[in-house]
């Protein structure tokens, strides 16, 4: 059974650069795209970023570009998304999920995880 399981969120200050974790068990990680989606209050959930299976190309929010990085390790089946310079309209809740190369569709997904900027 696939899992995924994020980690890193939390409350923090406008301007910190905390790093989110996802790791991924029960599938073989290395055939998956694997992306960051959020949910604010009140709004729907919303691409971030994402990576491909060999971590060549990136893609992101507008938003985003310049503050966060994703980055993955096939060896540790784990994606990671540093995120620097937050502001208050980063908070949400981040979920990471993976699709199979070439689908371009997320079949499956974390629980996410709060991050909330306070300024």
């Known amino acids: 059974q696939v899992q995924l399981v994020e980690s890193g969120g939390g409350l923090v200050q406008a301007g910190d650069s905390p790093r989110l974790s996802c790791a991924a068990s029960?599938?073989?990680?290395?055939?998956?795209?694997m992306g960051w989606f959020r949910q604010a209050p009140g709004k729907e959930r919303e691409f971030v970023a994402e990576?491909?299976?060999?971590?060549?190309?990136?893609s992101y929010l507008e938003s985003v570009k310049g503050r966060f990085t994703i980055a993955r390790d096939n060896g540790k089946n784990t994606v990671y998304l540093q995120m620097n310079s937050l502001k208050p309209e980063d908070t949400a809740v981040y979920y990471c999920?993976?699709?199979?190369?070439?689908?371009?569709?997320?079949?499956?997904w974390g629980q996410g995880t709060q991050v909330t900027v306070s300024s």
């Open positions: 990576i491909t299976w060999s971590g060549h190309k990136t």
């Open positions: 029960g599938l073989t990680f290395s055939d998956y795209v």
């Open positions: 999920a993976a699709a199979w190369r070439g689908s371009g569709t997320y079949d499956y």
